[in-house]
Structures are given as C-alpha cells and as structure tokens.
C-alpha cells in the first residue's frame, strides 16, 4: 500500500513507538528496535514540510512509490503494528518478535535510511547546480 502522507507515516510511527515501549520482556531487542525506527521517524519528520514543494515533489514521488523507502518503512511499522498491538482486553502486550527478526528489521530500516539519505543528496547535489553562482571578488 502506497504512502498516502509523511504525517500518516509518522502517526504510524509514533503507535509502534508507544507498542514497543509497553510490551513486556525482551528489554534489549526492544531498544535497539526503539533506536532504529526513532532514528527513521526523525529523519523522515524533516520531509513533512516539504512534502508538497515543488522542488521535492519528484523525490518525494520516487520515496513514496511502491517498494519505495517511504514504501518499505510503513511495510515494517504495520507489521510491527500488528505483531505488538495488545489485546483487547489488557494495555499491555509480549513483545513476540525474536532476536533474528529485530535483527533483519534493523538491516532493513538501515537499508531505508542509506535510501532516504542518498535521495536527498541527490535533490541538494542538483538544487547547487540550478543556483546561480556568487563569485566574490
């Protein structure tokens, strides 16, 4: 499902964000599980401005699109979303997800991040170009 918008994405976020931080056991997976997906949330808050600016709305197609990174990072959260929402009848919940499976989302969302990192590189790279050059004398 496609990345509908930055602000969505990061509500989306901030529930497994929560979800982790109440589910019981498993204190260290859910740390570095926490610092990954915190460290994306905040990378990708910096697009929620200029997710409508002209100038960024190519990339922000390209991170949104399907496979996307936007694309991927939700895919992850609603997964985990779905993994540690508590029961109905109790707010808390096991955090159910093993070592391996922590490890291999942490791999993805650093995969993502390299993705987001290297999009805006290439925006700021080609925006220096169509400035107009200052020379001091």
Known sequence: ??????????????????????AKGAEKRQQELLGAIETTKDLISNF???????????????????QGALDQFQSLLKFLELELRPAERTAVSKFRITEEQVHQIISKID????????????????SALEAPLIIAI
């Open 1 to 22: 499902m496609q990345v509908r918008s930055i602000a969505d994405l990061l509500n989306l976020a901030r529930t497994v964000i929560d979800y982790i931080k109440v």
């Open 48 to 66: 929620q401005e200029k997710e409508s600016a002209e100038t960024w709305m190519a990339t922000m197609h390209r991170l949104k699109s399907p």
């Open 111 to 126: 995969r993502i991040n390299v993705l987001i990192l290297v999009a805006v590189q290439i925006l700021h790279m080609f």
